[in-house]
Each structure stands twice: as C-alpha cells, then as structure tokens.
C-alpha cells in the first residue's frame, strides 16, 4: 500500500504564494497521476473540487479552470514528490487540499490533507 505525505500549508495573504509538495512512497511505481483536490467546509474529501494533476510518466499536466494561470504542478521524479506552486492566492482558494495517486490498477489513495488559509 502507498503512502502520500503532504507539507507546504499554511497561512497567507491573497495575492501571495504557496506551495505545497506531495512525498509518495510504495506504489510510486505504479502511479499513473498525482495531484491535488481541495474541500471546503461541509463538503466531503471525495466530494471535493480537482485542482491539478500531473500524470506519471509523461509528465502531462490537467488543471481545473478555476486556478489555470495560477497554480502550477510538476513533479521530481527522482524524489517521488509532486508539488503544487500556488501563485496570486485569492480567499476562495481556502480549503483544505488533499494530493491523491491513481493507480494504474487499484484504489485512489489519499494524503493526510493540509489547510490552506488565504486571508482578504
């Protein structure tokens, strides 16, 4: 079984920056995309909106509209880490993000979530 660790959350004001990185260990080798989904208070973690993803091997790169131009994905294949650069934050970008690894096979796997508060 996987494991996903996450870092990088915190407090800032809007128009500053972030970023969060996803340390993956286990099934690394089997992942075929990590990124991020975000939830907001009364949502549930499974409900949550997708903010980024980047797939594995080819390194392609998908982004929820919402933060297209702002927030960047990559990932440093050698450290199994991905990391999501969070530029010009606005409030509503407040939530708590969660990085996820689909499988080529197998269950969605989930990080711990790490709060990110964007202050007007």
């Known amino acids: 079984q996987g494991q996903l660790v996450e870092s990088g959350g915190g407090l800032v004001q809007a128009g500053g920056s972030l970023r969060l990185a996803c340390e993956a260990s286990?099934?690394?080798?089997?992942?075929?995309?990590i990124g991020w989904f975000r939830q907001t208070p009364g949502k549930e973690r499974d409900l949550g909106d997708f903010?980024?993803?980047?797939?594995?091997?080819?390194?392609?790169?998908l982004y929820a509209d919402s933060v297209k131009g702002r927030f960047t994905v990559s990932k440093d294949t050698a450290n199994s880490t991905v990391y999501l650069q969070m530029n010009s934050l606005k409030p509503e970008d407040t939530a708590v993000y969660y990085c996820?690894?689909?499988?080529?096979?197998?269950?969605?796997?989930w990080g711990q979530g790490t709060q990110v508060t964007v202050s007007s």
């Open positions: 996820y690894l689909d499988p080529t096979s197998g269950s969605r796997i």
């Open positions: 286990g099934r690394i080798n089997n992942a075929h995309t």
């Open positions: 903010v980024a993803g980047i797939t594995w091997r080819s390194g392609r790169q």
